[in-house]
Structures are given as C-alpha cells and as structure tokens.
C-alpha cells in the first residue's frame, strides 16, 4: 500500500455540529449593549455606522420571527429595500415562498400523504410579494388565520400544532400616495382584507423608513458567520422572556388582549436578540418598549 503524497495540515469545520449556548451567554457579556447590536446587524451583512440607529432597529425587527415561536410579521414598503434577503439568505432554518397560488396541504398538512407542510418542517415562512398570494382551498385563509392566532390548525379529524413564525413581504411605492387614496395593508389580495386577518399581526415594519440598499450599505467588518446565527437563533426559540415587561411596566387599558400579547411577544424577541444572557434592566426593557 502506497502512502497518499497528500495530508491534511489544517481542518476548519464550517458547519455547526452544536451550539454551547454558555459560551454565547458568556461572550455577550464582553460587550456592551451598543457592540452586540451591531455584532447582529453586521452578521445579517449590513454596517450599522452607515445607518441611523431607527433603522437598526428595524432591522433587528426583522430578526424576530426567528427567535420567537408562532410570530406573525409584516412588512411593506418600497422594492430594494431588503425586505426579503434575511429570510432567503440568512438562515437554512426559513424559507421564502414566492407570491403566488399555494396550497394547504403545501402549507399545513396534506391529507392523503399524512404530510405536515411547510409550517411543520421550517421555523419561519416568508412569503414574498404578498399581492399575488392566492389559495387553491376556498378554507385556506381560515386556516391561515387560526394558524397564526393560535399555532394550531385542524384538517379533518386531525388538530395539529406547529412553532413556525410567519412573514409577510409585500412592496409599496408611495407610502403618501396610499394613505389618500386606502391604507397601509391595501397591497394585500382582497381574499385577506380582513381585520381579523390582520389583528393576528404582532408587528407591522414600516418598510418605507428603510432606505435602499446601496454599495456603502454592506458592510466588510466581522459578524457571525451564517451557520452559527442561524444556530443562535434556533436555540433562542427554547426560551421565553414575554414576562420581563411585567417586571417594570404596565401597559395600559388601551390595548386589547391580543394588542398585549403583540407587545410582550416582540419585547421578548428583541430581548432575546440583545440580552440572550438574560441580564437587562429597566431601561433595557423601556428601549424596547419605546422602539
């Protein structure tokens, strides 16, 4: 047996095998609350220096729905803005349905193969180009919205139960045009104009106060790499600080019971993101609150 004029000097895995979160908690606490955000912003590859911090903020909106079980998002705005390059790009744990005609044995089970669809295999579904999404099934929005109000859906005799969170993309033009002439979800196919529909909401990203992506934008310093984000990211979903507001605050008689919910659900995600060694203060908790 003749020896291989080759050898192997140095081995870089590039894949996750697993996540010591101890380690994660531990390196957090080496930077300050400013550092970590743009740590985050400049792994999802975009500079933070170049943007007003309004925007950051945005961004780290965005991040949410992959820390945070059964989050329904939406963001419209103007084309080029990035809406949907986290959700393509950043993670192999999502998936971005294109708009267009689908199904629900697609999205949530199909019968006749006993198949969970995309919400049981995928921690988040992005749909792209809300305008064109159209069901095939006369009940596939009534199955949407129970989906997203509760995390559950029936189909026949089955009731099933699934975590992913929900995106929902779409473009608008001219944001002061629109709200002279309808309002600000009008780009949604008119099966979904439906303030049920939309109370499922937990946040709307104003899309329009993102500006469009130009060279200066992308950023050439260092961030996580992808595999390790998205792994930070799944392992957050294990978590739940949708207590920490009743800590200090609050929130007033105003808000329904689903508003409350939307708001404890997005502080807990911003929460994750920024403090997921869990140590955050009051002050911690109002920046999230106010933002």
Same mark, same amino acid.
């Given at each position: 047996?003749?020896?291989?004029?080759?050898?192997?000097?140095?081995?870089?895995?590039?894949?996750?095998?697993?996540?010591?979160?101890?380690?994660?908690?531990?390196?957090?606490?080496?930077?300050?609350?400013?550092?970590? &955000? !743009?740590?985050?912003?400049? +792994?999802?590859? #975009?500079?933070?220096?170049?943007?007003?911090?309004? %925007?950051?903020?945005? *961004?780290?909106?965005?991040?949410?729905?992959?820390?945070?079980?059964?989050?329904?998002?939406?963001?419209?705005?103007?084309?080029?803005?990035?809406?949907?390059?986290?959700?393509?790009?950043?993670?192999?744990?999502?998936?971005?349905?294109?708009?267009?005609?689908?199904?629900?044995?697609?999205?949530?089970?199909?019968?006749?193969?006993?198949?969970?669809?995309?919400?049981?295999?995928?921690?988040?579904?992005?749909?792209?180009?809300?305008?064109?999404?159209?069901?095939?099934?006369?009940?596939?929005?009534?199955?949407?919205?129970?989906?997203?109000?509760?995390?559950?859906?029936?189909?026949? &005799? !089955?009731?099933?139960?699934? +975590?992913?969170? #929900?995106?929902?993309?779409?473009?608008?033009?001219? %944001?002061?045009?629109? *709200?002279?002439?309808?309002?600000?979800?009008?780009?949604?196919?008119?099966?979904?104009?439906?303030?049920?529909?939309?109370?499922?909401?937990?946040?709307?990203?104003?899309?329009?106060?993102?500006?469009?992506?130009?060279?200066?934008?992308?950023?050439?310093?260092?961030?996580?790499?992808?595999?390790?984000?998205?792994?930070?990211?799944?392992?957050?979903?294990?978590?739940?600080?949708?207590?920490?507001?009743?800590?200090?605050?609050?929130?007033?008689?105003?808000?329904?019971?689903?508003?409350?919910?939307?708001?404890?659900?997005?502080?807990?995600?911003?929460?994750?993101?920024?403090?997921?060694?869990?140590?955050?203060?009051?002050?911690?908790?109002?920046?999230?609150?106010?933002?």
């Amino acid at each position: 047996q003749t020896s291989s004029p080759f050898g192997v000097s140095l081995l870089k895995p590039i894949q996750m095998p697993h996540m010591n979160m101890d380690e994660l908690f531990e390196g957090r606490r080496g930077f300050t609350n400013v550092q970590w &955000r !743009e740590v985050l912003i400049r +792994s999802i590859g #975009m500079e933070p220096a170049e943007l007003d911090e309004s %925007v950051q903020w945005h *961004l780290l909106a965005r991040m949410i729905p992959f820390v945070e079980n059964n989050y329904n998002v939406c963001e419209l705005g103007p084309r080029g803005t990035g809406k949907s390059h986290i959700y393509k790009e950043c993670s192999p744990n999502s998936i971005l349905v294109s708009g267009g005609q689908t199904t629900v044995a697609n999205l949530f089970y199909n019968m006749s193969s006993r198949r969970i669809g995309l919400v049981g295999m995928w921690d988040l579904v992005a749909f792209d180009e809300v305008a064109g999404i159209s069901f095939k099934d006369k009940d596939g929005v009534q199955i949407m919205k129970d989906y997203m109000a509760s995390g559950s859906f029936a189909r026949g &005799r !089955e009731q099933m139960e699934a +975590s992913a969170s #929900m995106v929902f993309v779409g473009n608008i033009d001219n %944001v002061k045009m629109l *709200l002279k002439t309808s309002h600000l979800l009008s780009p949604f196919p008119e099966a979904m104009i439906d303030s049920a529909f939309f109370d499922r909401f937990h946040s709307y990203i104003p899309g329009w106060e993102i500006p469009k992506m130009r060279p200066e934008f992308f950023t050439d310093r260092y961030g996580f790499i992808v595999d390790y984000l998205a792994e930070f990211f799944r392992e957050m979903r294990k978590y739940n600080y949708g207590d920490a507001i009743g800590k200090y605050f609050r929130l007033g008689r105003d808000l329904n019971q689903r508003d409350t919910v939307a708001v404890k659900r997005t502080v807990s995600g911003l929460l994750k993101l920024l403090y997921p060694h869990d140590q955050y203060d009051k002050e911690d908790v109002r920046e999230c609150l106010k933002t």
